[in-house]
């Protein structure tokens, strides 16, 4: 650990914070229908879009309304999706001659994508053609992430508002978070990718000769305009199998901070956006404290155990002092493969660019816990605005039974109903993670995936399980990357995993949003409790550090945890 490696971490964080306002700002006023700087310039686009589609966009959908068009939004793009890879060797854009997708990894890679997963079964630039990479995947990264701000506004909306009846208009939201957000900042960010060296183009390779004297054939595509989207949207899938770490997605120092800073950026300004739509900033800014409160510790117990000699190594008399390299790219070294960890498991991004299968014991630890907190500091974009709300409701109901008051939030009431809903909307990852998890763990198909080596018994083998189920649960997408999981029975489970993780959390949140938003405003009083302090800011961070912890911390035990004590005892996994 060093100073210039500290001084990176507040860097990050100083930026973050430096963007939280402005893009805070812009978004509420977009979603609030007011005119914003493109306005001019896209709303032409925006009414033709409504015009084509049938949409009233002056008609606001209840709960149950809003919900339906979103169920039906992401089931037809998983049509699509799913169609466009059974058969991409028979539509353009195949310069590589690609197979079509067998019916289970289609299956797999379709939900993975509806649901804003990237969880990758296959390697990209061996498998899938430019038509279904861009026509495919990329559009599905746009949709999936505009989907998960449309429901954290309509959430934000239940407390903002007194005796209302509907919470918005899903595909008024939709469209102005992909038309007015995603896709102006997509473009930008692409052309500085491509200035950084990523390739841009629909050529299908590139031949180079070698120092040696021979000659090497190096895949090409559409890289820039997946990776920016890919990033911004906490996709977090691949164009190449190596994801960040290959140099044509991640070439320089300067791409992999500003890819870091994309994948934070329009989550933590969000909470922002809350802040400003109820009319206190201050609710906003304790929701982003909790968030850094955690994801500061994370960084600093991923850091410590990365720059740490394996003891292992150690003990058996091999040099070990310049921390653990293992699995890393060298231009990136240690903090920085170390914050891109914990950022791409913090934000449900899924993207590497170091391979989490290599991080010591503790370093995997914490990618596992961010995952299963459900993903909550800062989170996807929407989906982890809407899952720490979903956290508040618990501290604020916990906060209640020890004073003797009705909980209450930002003026709304919080009742048996709503919190029989919350626990509903806050169970289902576990039951998707661990559930799964044990099911894989006793079936003979975990051996073969595991590769059938001495090791793949011990706890290492079964943190590669349990890591693939919570990334899959919680829709993060990344791997410990020792899993062999293109089978039908991985494709399957982990695909239904997605699917639990996605729309069994989105329904019973859109639920409490629709009995809230019905609920008038009760004016603060002296008895209120304040939510916009530290005292709230530890019960939060309280509540779901024991939540999650109650909840995983036996399959913790089992997996790194065991795995750190069997390393100072010298066996390694």
């Not at 939900?111 to 559009?139: D, I, K, R």
């Not at 989207?229 to 991640?250: R, S, V």
């Not at 909550?376 to 956290?391: F, Q």
């Not at 916009?532 to 309280?542: K, N, R, S, Y």
Request: proline residues 4%; neutral net charge.
């Amino acid at each position: 650990m060093t100073i210039l490696g500290w001084l990176q971490v507040a860097l990050f964080v100083a930026v973050i914070a430096l963007l939280v306002r402005p893009l805070g700002g812009y978004m509420t006023r977009l979603f609030s229908g007011e005119r914003v700087l493109l306005t001019p310039v896209l709303r032409p686009l925006e009414n033709a879009l409504y015009w084509l589609g049938g949409v009233k966009a002056k008609e606001e959908q209840s709960w149950k309304g809003y919900a339906l068009a979103m169920l039906a939004f992401n089931a037809a793009g998983f049509v699509l999706l799913y169609a466009i890879l059974r058969l991409q060797h028979v539509l353009p854009l195949n310069p590589q001659g690609f197979a079509p997708m067998s019916d289970h990894l289609a299956f797999n890679t379709a939900v993975s994508f509806v649901t804003n997963t990237n969880w990758q079964s296959y390697g990209g630039e061996t498998t899938l053609s430019h038509f279904s990479q861009m026509a495919g995947l990329t559009v599905q990264n746009f949709v999936s992430a505009g989907t998960g701000i449309a429901l954290a506004v309509a959430f934000i909306r239940a407390f903002a508002r007194s005796r209302a009846d509907a919470l918005g208009n899903f595909w008024v939201d939709l469209t102005r978070a992909n038309l007015y957000v995603l896709l102006p900042i997509s473009i930008v960010f692409a052309l500085f990718l491509v200035w950084q060296g990523i390739p841009q183009t629909l050529d299908a390779s590139a031949t180079a000769a070698t120092l040696e004297g021979g000659e090497q054939t190096l895949a090409l595509g559409p890289v820039a305009s997946q990776i920016a989207i890919k990033m911004l949207g906490t996709n977090g899938g691949g164009f190449f199998n190596a994801n960040a770490a290959h140099p044509f997605e991640n070439p320089t120092a300067l791409s992999n901070f500003l890819q870091m800073v994309s994948i934070f950026a329009i989550g933590a300004a969000l909470t922002n956006v809350l802040g400003r739509m109820v009319g206190d900033e201050r609710q906003g800014w304790a929701i982003l404290g909790a968030m850094g409160a955690l994801f500061l510790v994370g960084v600093g117990v991923t850091y410590w155990a990365e720059a740490q000699a394996n003891h292992a190594l150690v003990t058996a008399g091999l040099d070990a002092a310049g921390g653990n390299m293992e699995g890393k790219e060298v231009r990136f070294g240690i903090l920085s493969s170390a914050l891109f960890a914990v950022v791409t498991t913090a934000a449900s991004c899924g993207a590497v660019n170091a391979m989490h299968d290599s991080l010591m014991p503790l370093g995997g630890f914490i990618t596992l816990f961010n995952m299963q907190l459900g993903e909550v500091i800062v989170g996807g974009v929407g989906a982890g605005l809407y899952g720490i709300l979903l956290y508040i409701i618990l501290a604020i109901f916990v906060a209640g039974l020890m004073v003797g008051r009705t909980p209450e939030y930002l003026g709304k009431k919080i009742e048996a109903r709503d919190m029989k809903l919350t626990m509903l909307g806050l169970l289902v990852v576990p039951f998707a993670i661990l559930g799964f998890t044990a099911l894989a763990s006793a079936m003979p198909e975990w051996r073969g995936a595991l590769g059938g080596g001495p090791n793949d018994a011990g706890p290492h083998g079964f943190s590669e399980i349990l890591y693939a189920y919570s990334s899959a649960g919680a829709n993060n997408g990344s791997a410990f990357a020792g899993l062999t999981a293109n089978t039908p029975f991985w494709n399957v489970t982990l695909g239904l995993a997605m699917l639990i993780g996605r729309f069994a959390m989105i329904v019973p949140m859109l639920a409490v949003a629709g009995s809230l938003a019905a609920k008038p405003k009760t004016p603060a009083s002296s008895g209120t409790f304040p939510t916009h302090g530290p005292l709230f800011i530890g019960l939060l961070v309280g509540v779901i550090l024991i939540m999650g912890g109650l909840t995983f911390f036996p399959a913790l035990t089992l997996g790194p945890i065991a795995e750190h004590f069997a390393m100072l005892r010298g066996e390694l996994y």
